[in-house]
């Protein structure tokens, strides 16, 4: 996680604008994305934006002291783009300063009263996330379809999400025949953890949850998913581009140019009530078949012809 504090001069004098933005150390494509947005809105770092990071280095408990630090200096936009856990503690922390999220289902997770009325002081960006959750466990069956058994790696410390993807996880998981097993992990030993239960368990294929930390430690899941060769599907590509087997969500780099988008907006004088909830619409599920042939698995042709995209 991070919070930044964006700094903009306009030509009609030495007018501040102040954002703190939270997001992930190890992916600053996330910030380039976000730069994208602003520069839509006339904003530039460097040139007229200058953007400070405070890292929570997906430790969530750090959220809250972050945030409300950014709130002492009275700054203009708070811009919480990793995940619940930052919109929880912009929440927080103000209820007048604009607060821009990235998040999953924000109606639900009680940000805003609306999508196209938020009635707050907060609005942004809304990603399908829990609602697809189903989806990828059944994209996950097609491809293992022998499995009895599902894993299902959460992080308890994101309790917003974690109970929305549980739930909707538990239908699928019962429209399907299949159970359920969940591992919990908030740090980089427990995601060890969870892994060596994997045998136990007898799971033929894992769930990995939509979770800033989980994203934040890509590259350690993704090397175990190896190690324990175990089938797995996730929510964003860059996973799957890691060395994944299969992911099925939101364009990710879409949903940061939007919220940079209307965190230049509310630079230049909007009002978040005012702003309804954007929605990333385009879905993407993205095969990586040279991790198939390592776990010694058959694409069938039909899930091929359905991927967007096809790593080999």
Not at 32 to 52: F, H, M, Q, T, W
Request: glycine residues 8%; contains cysteine.
């Amino acid at each position: 996680m991070a919070a930044c504090r964006c700094r903009a001069a306009t030509d009609a004098g030495n007018r501040l604008a102040q954002c703190p933005i939270s997001g992930d150390r190890e992916h600053p494509w996330t910030f380039g994305c976000l730069s994208a947005g602003l520069d839509e809105a006339g904003y530039v770092e460097g040139r007229n934006v200058a953007i400070e990071y405070r890292w929570a280095e997906g430790h969530n408990d750090r959220l809250p002291a972050l945030t409300a630090d950014l709130v002492a200096r009275q700054v203009s936009v708070i811009a919480a783009v990793s995940g619940a856990p930052a919109a929880f503690a912009a929440k927080a922390a103000t209820t007048t300063i604009p607060i821009v999220f990235y998040v999953g289902d924000p109606v639900q997770l009680g940000f805003v009263a609306s999508l196209n009325r938020p009635g707050s002081n907060m609005t942004g960006v809304a990603i399908m996330s829990a609602e697809l959750i189903g989806k990828r466990l059944d994209l996950l069956r097609e491809l293992v379809p022998a499995a009895a058994v599902i894993a299902v790696l959460v992080n308890p410390a994101n309790t917003g999400t974690t109970e929305l993807e549980t739930r909707n996880l538990k239908d699928a998981a019962q429209a399907l025949g299949l159970r359920l097993r969940f591992l919990h992990a908030s740090s980089a030993n427990e995601i060890d953890a969870a892994f060596e239960r994997l045998a136990e368990l007898r799971a033929g294929g894992l769930v990995v949850s939509a979770d800033p930390f989980f994203t934040a430690r890509k590259d350690q899941i993704v090397a175990l998913e190896a190690r324990h060769e175990m089938p797995a599907i996730h929510i964003w590509r860059e996973f799957a581009e890691a060395g994944g087997l299969m992911s099925y969500g939101a364009n990710n780099a879409d949903g940061y140019r939007l919220a940079g988008v209307y965190t230049g907006k509310i630079f230049n004088g909007a009002r978040p009530a005012d702003l309804p909830v954007q929605q990333v619409v385009k879905l993407e599920l993205v095969i990586n078949l040279k991790t198939a042939k390592a776990l010694g698995l058959a694409i069938p042709p039909t899930l091929l012809g359905r991927a967007d995209e096809v790593i080999e």
